[in-house]
């Protein structure tokens, strides 16, 4: 089994720097692809709302072999139930729907400006957190912009943000200020979802220099970067591989020439303009 290190978040929980996604994990084959992922050694969970398979983690969480308690797992409040009053059942609905006493991560999936309510959806988010039924909370898909907003008008600053990012978008400038904000940073379609990226020929030559699968090499470089990659697989032996990365590290410039692969984002995914409810 993989033993994934951990980075420590500003509210002092242990994060694990490789997770697993669950999108599109559903019915009886992704609760077991979960527990698959649970006893190869992952530990951080993504669901969301909108995944439509929280029950199947709460199932997973359950079915395994592993203390509750070193698990994380992770929600994400949908568009529709942005608001303070809608925040608040909205996690309840989901603490449900799991299971759970309680949810790990948990995160606003899109900031949806139009609307403009994030704000006090993380106000509610704050409350839950006070009141036990969240422990870590963050955001997803939120702009430099949008972060400053949230700690000036509410004094809290998210523990993580949780943003596409694959070597066709390495969100540099972004990246530095969740450094300087003391914001973790988890990538989202750390694979690009697989796409022409696992064959481009400057990871394919790193990954032969260090023996390794080019999905290794770039779930490293995620790592080097120091983000959490969140790769999903629905196949056992997709996952070993996806979390043995530990033992090899990529030079500087190697990181950087994987960087080099920059293009920009690959989806509708502009969370100034993109909307999802
Ligand atoms: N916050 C957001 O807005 C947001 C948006 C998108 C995604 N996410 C989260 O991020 C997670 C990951 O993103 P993603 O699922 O879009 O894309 P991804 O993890 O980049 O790629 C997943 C694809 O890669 C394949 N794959 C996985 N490991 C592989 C390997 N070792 N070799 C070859 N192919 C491999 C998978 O196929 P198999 O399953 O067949 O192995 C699947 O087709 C999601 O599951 C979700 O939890 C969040």
Known sequence: MATIPTVTLNDDTAFPELGFGTYKLTGPEGVGAIVSAIGTGYRLLDSAVNYENEREVGEAVRRSDVDRDELLVATKIPGRDHGYDEAIASARGSLERLGLDRIDVYLIHWPNPRIDRFVDTWRAMIDLRDQGLVRTIGVSNFTEA????????????????????????????????????????????????????????????????????????????HVQLGTTPIPKSADASRQRENAEIFGFSLTDAEVAAVSGLERGRLWDGDPDTHEEF
């Open 146 to 221: 949008m972060l400053t907003r949230l700690i000036e008008e509410t004094g809290v600053v998210p523990a993580v943000n949780q943003v596409e990012l694959h070597p066709y978008f390495p969100q540099a400038r972004l990246r530095a200020f969740h450094e300087k904000n003391d914001i973790h940073t988890e990538s989202w379609s750390p694979l690009a979802r697989r796409s022409e990226l696992l064959g481009e020929q400057v990871v394919q030559e790193i990954a032969d220099r260090h023996e390794v699968t080019p999905t290794q090499a770039v779930l490293r470089w």
